[in-house]
């Protein structure tokens, strides 16, 4: 139990300064959410892929990463933050 405790406090979040600046357009506020979810989307956009011999390759689909961002992206514009 401890051990869940210390990998959760160790995970970075994002400034709510920075997700308030992304939902109002701010381009370089919008990057840095990119950022921080970056290895995330990589991780659900890796796909088998096979070789002329056959052999297993895993690599990041790059249509599906950047389908993934704009998706992202689209999501944080249309996002209404209520208080």
């Known amino acids: ?3 869940e405790e210390k ?3 160790n995970k970075k979040l994002i400034s ?4 308030e600046r992304a939902l109002e357009g701010d381009i370089q506020a ?3 959410v990119l950022k921080h979810y970056e290895g995330y989307i990589a ?4 796909r088998k892929m096979y070789d002329e011999y056959g ?6 689909d790059e ?4 389908r993934l961002e704009t998706k992202l992206i689209k999501t944080i ?3 209404k933050m209520v208080r």
């Open 1 to 3: 139990m401890k051990t």
């Open 7 to 9: 990998s959760a406090s």
């Open 16 to 19: 709510l300064c920075v997700i």
């Open 30 to 32: 919008i990057n840095k």
């Open 43 to 46: 991780k659900l956009s890796i």
């Open 55 to 60: 052999s297993v390759h895993y690599c990041v």
């Open 63 to 66: 249509t599906l990463r950047r």
């Open 77 to 79: 514009l249309g996002f």
